[in-house]
Every structure is written in C-alpha cells, then in structure tokens.
C-alpha cells in the first residue's frame, strides 16, 4: 500500500503562482514514478505532468511552460509549481504514485485561481 498526503492548494489570483507537494509513504519502493492530474465537475481527470525515478518529466500542452514537476528524491515525493496561473486552471488537484500494482491517489486539493 501506498498513502499520498497533497498539501499547497488554495486560491490564487490569475498570473498568480501556487506550489503543490505531495508526499509518499508506505510501500514507496514500489513507485516508479509520480504524477499530478487535475479534474473539474463533469470533466475526466487529466495529466497535468508526470516524474519518473530518474526525474524524465512530462507534461500537458495546456500548462507546459507554466509548470514545473519535481521531486526531492526521485522516489516518494512529487512538487508541482504553477505560475501564471489562469481561472481555467481551477480544479481539484489529485498526486498519482504508479506503480507495478496500479496507480494510488491522494485525496485532491482545490485549486481556484479567480480575482
């Protein structure tokens, strides 16, 4: 098992910026890699960017340039700074942990980005 704990969410006025951590525990030794999604009401969650072990990133059209994944250690821990915040950006934010058994969620932060 593997449990996320997401802290950083809250409100930001659009050009803003907002830092999203996420911290691994439990059977960490099974992560391969790390991710943030994103979802709004009616909406599939999406990728917004991914780290693997060896800190390869990727991430979304849609916040590339805008945001940065990274990870302390490469292993249990994924941080998602945002700049330039825009109100389409508004969304509960959720951290993934993939590993070779599925993928674990945390419980989602709001993100809401109005002036």
């Known amino acids: 098992q593997v449990q996320l704990v997401e802290s950083g969410g809250g409100l930001a006025q659009p050009g803003g910026s907002l830092r999203l951590s996420c911290v691994a525990s439990g059977s960490i030794s099974r992560i391969h890699a790390m991710g943030w999604y994103r979802q709004t009401p009616g909406k599939q969650r999406e990728l917004v960017a991914q780290?693997?072990?060896?800190?390869?990133?990727n991430y979304a059209d849609s916040v590339r340039g805008r945001v940065t994944i990274s990870s302390d250690n490469g292993k249990n821990t994924a941080h998602l700074q945002m700049n330039s915040l825009k109100p389409e950006d508004t969304a509960v934010y959720y951290c993934c942990a993939y590993t070779n058994y599925g993928p674990y969620w945390g419980q989602g932060t709001q993100v809401t980005v109005s002036s």
């Open positions: 780290i693997t072990s060896d800190r390869t990133t």
